[in-house]
């Protein structure tokens, strides 16, 4: 299966767990390709954050190149460093699509996530499976009961999988 065709099943779930005009924090938000369709097509506020400082370059570029419904902005900063007051207000979702294998301190990331999202807030977390061959973008796999297991240790309620497509599925989990 092609990549373009998992990105097309993300976007629809994101669809449906997201919604519209919420405020989500995208943690490895890479070139803010995800970050705009959620302010695109659902109208959200996006804060993304993001190691490298060519990607988030790329990101704010692309989010000036025409008027948005929603509102995004990503800024550099290596998601084990994040702090609640560097957010202005509680977000409703945070995402972590296909850069979950590349952080460093997943347990202290995850515990800060959670500090950072509202009451009735939640993560979701999107990988490729082990059936998705790792020769397709060179990464290491998570299983899915690991991700779940990191985040209920982090302090995460009601988890639970999604299959999203052949290949790609999704862990969604609530801060209560
Ligand atoms: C495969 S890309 C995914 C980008 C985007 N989320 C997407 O779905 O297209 C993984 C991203 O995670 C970022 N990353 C890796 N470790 C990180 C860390 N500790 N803190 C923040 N970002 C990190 C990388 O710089 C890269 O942009």
Redesign the pocket.
């Known amino acids: 299966m092609q990549l373009s065709v998992q990105i097309k099943h ?1 976007k629809r779930f994101l669809k449906q767990e997201v919604s519209h005009s919420k405020r989500i924090l ?6 803010g ?2 970050a705009l369709y959620l302010i695109s097509s659902l109208h959200c506020a996006v804060q993304g ?4 400082a060519g ?1 988030i370059h790329r990101a704010n570029e692309k989010f000036k190149r025409k008027a948005r419904r929603g509102f995004a902005v990503c800024s550099i ?5 994040m702090r609640r007051t560097f957010f202005e207000k509680p977000f409703n979702a945070v ?5 979950f294998h ?4 997943i347990g202290k ?1 995850l515990r800060k996530a959670k500090s950072v999202l509202a009451n009735d807030g939640k993560i979701i977390i ?1 990988e490729y499976t082990n059936s998705f061959g790792e020769t397709m ?1 060179d ?1 290491p796999r998570f299983a899915a009961r690991k991700i779940k297991l990191l985040a209920r240790n982090a302090g995460f309620k009601k988890l639970k999988k999604c299959n999203l497509s052949h290949g790609l599925f999704a862990i969604v989990g609530y801060k209560n």
């Open positions: 993300l995208d943690i490895g938000c890479g070139d390709s995800t954050i993001d190691l490298d990607r900063l290596e998601a084990q460093d995402i972590i699509t296909h850069s590349h952080l460093a301190n990331v999107a973008d990464c």
